[in-house]
């Protein structure tokens, strides 16, 4: 038996859209403080499963347990305060363009958070920017990042409610591979200082590979495969895992 604490459990979750049967059966576990990468092709369900797991949606059957709490049982007020503890960064999710870096972080932080003074606010803000290396963009506005600068802030955003879980949909699509590696590390230097347990949707296997414990591959509307990069890829049996280690690799 597996004594490590579950953040997460799923069991038998099952979510369709009309005649569109995408979760089948879901069966997954994340861990405190563990990286698990989801991996699946387009439209296999993966934002579905976060979206349900935030609450968003609704399953049709099964389980979803967050901090042992069944997400589809609380009320209003229980999954706001669970929100609270969920980084939850949209695919695309994009900064406000026309508020400075400052701005970007200070509005879910004074929204969400009452009665902060100036300097807890400030204080917070400059910590966030330092974790993530850009202590010096506090004035700049989004126009003036690179793409990656975005995904850096984008980050610090989703941190400064201080989550213990972070949801990171597609963190490096549309970056080049080297923005790619930094944000990786940024992932990895993500748990490192905020001891964050993640799941990491991605079908980069790059990405998957640098910041990921275990990996999940999602086929069919199940978990075909989880375990270790090693465990799951290179030696994979099942045609369609393998196809998606021979395409990346
Ligand atoms: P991905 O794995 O690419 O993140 P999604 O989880 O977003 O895929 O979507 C899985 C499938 O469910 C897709 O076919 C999508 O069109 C469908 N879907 C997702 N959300 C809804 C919705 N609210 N209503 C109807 N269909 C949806
Ligand atoms: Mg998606």
Not at 178 to 197: A, F, H, M, P, Q
């Amino acid at each position: 038996m597996d004594q490590r604490e579950r953040v997460v459990e799923i069991r038998g979750l099952e979510k369709s859209f009309g005649d569109l049967d995408v979760l089948q059966g879901v069966d997954l576990d994340l861990y405190r403080e563990e990286n698990l990468v989801v991996l699946g092709k387009s439209g296999s369900g993966k934002s579905v499963l976060i979206k349900i797991m935030v609450g968003l949606l609704r399953q049709d059957a099964g389980s979803m347990k967050v901090f042992g709490q069944e997400v589809a049982a609380l009320n209003k007020k229980e999954l706001n305060a669970l929100r609270l503890k969920i980084g939850f960064s949209f695919q695309n999710s994009a900064l406000y363009d026309s508020m400075t870096v400052r701005e970007n972080l200070e509005f879910p932080l004074v929204r969400n958070v009452k009665n902060l003074t100036r300097g807890e606010i400030d204080r917070r803000i400059e910590e966030l920017l330092d974790g993530v290396g850009l202590p010096q963009s506090i004035n700049q506005m989004p126009s003036e990042l690179s793409g990656g600068q975005k995904k850096r802030i984008g980050v610090a955003r989703t941190l400064i409610l201080n989550p213990e879980i972070m949801l990171y949909d597609e963190p490096t699509a549309g970056l080049d591979p080297i923005t790619c590696g930094d944000i990786n590390n940024l992932i990895l230097e993500v748990r490192e200082r905020y001891k964050t347990s993640s799941i990491v949707i991605t079908h980069d296997l790059a990405c998957a590979k640098q910041t990921g414990d275990r990996m999940a591959v999602l086929l069919d509307g199940q978990f075909k495969a989880i375990g270790t990069f090693e465990e799951v890829f290179p030696k994979a049996t099942d045609e369609r895992v393998k196809s998606f280690y021979d395409y990346n690799f």
